[in-house]
């Protein structure tokens, strides 16, 4: 299972997480990893998109703390419903709504934390994050997500 933060303008239209140009880059380096994205469930920790209007263009803002409290128990819902073994959090809200408010991507990233007794949790870099990174730290982050995305991978055969 994997966990974003919240819809962006492209999925928002189309009603499917990860169809924007993050989702295309999730699918490549799920593929790089040798994850097959269509085994994946796919969801938002914010279920709706928020933003402001630009004159024709709907400009993503983040979801607030209220906004993110009132959506967890539809993640939950589907925590329980789909029981994953193995779940990425994508971006630090979809981390902190895991594992707390405390939880700092840059610091935790890609450790594995038990989130009950079946499924383990490790966050990553969210696919959109790496896309406004420039240079070095934009290649250093995409080979993280994919290094954290292969760790997800053996962590489900083992």
Request: net charge positive; charged share 25%.
């Amino acid at each position: 299972m994997l966990i974003g933060e919240q819809p962006g303008a492209q999925e928002d239209l189309a009603g499917e997480p990860f169809v924007g140009p993050a989702g295309t880059l999730l699918r490549e380096l799920l593929t790089s990893a040798g994850i097959p994205p269509a085994t994946l469930y796919l969801t938002n920790t914010v279920k709706h998109f928020k933003f402001q209007p630009r004159g024709k263009r709907r400009l993503h803002t983040r979801a607030n703390a209220s906004e993110q409290a009132a959506c967890r128990p539809w993640l939950a819902a589907e925590l329980l419903r789909v029981r994953p073994e193995i779940v990425v959090a994508l971006g630090a809200m979809a981390a902190q709504t895991l594992f707390g408010n405390a939880f700092r991507l840059t610091r935790e990233r890609g450790a594995l934390r038990a989130l009950d007794a079946r499924s383990r949790a490790l966050a990553t870099w969210h696919p959109s994050a790496i896309l406004r990174m420039r240079g070095t730290d934009r290649d250093a982050a995409r080979a993280e997500l994919l290094s954290d995305l292969k760790r997800a991978s053996e962590a489900l055969k083992n």
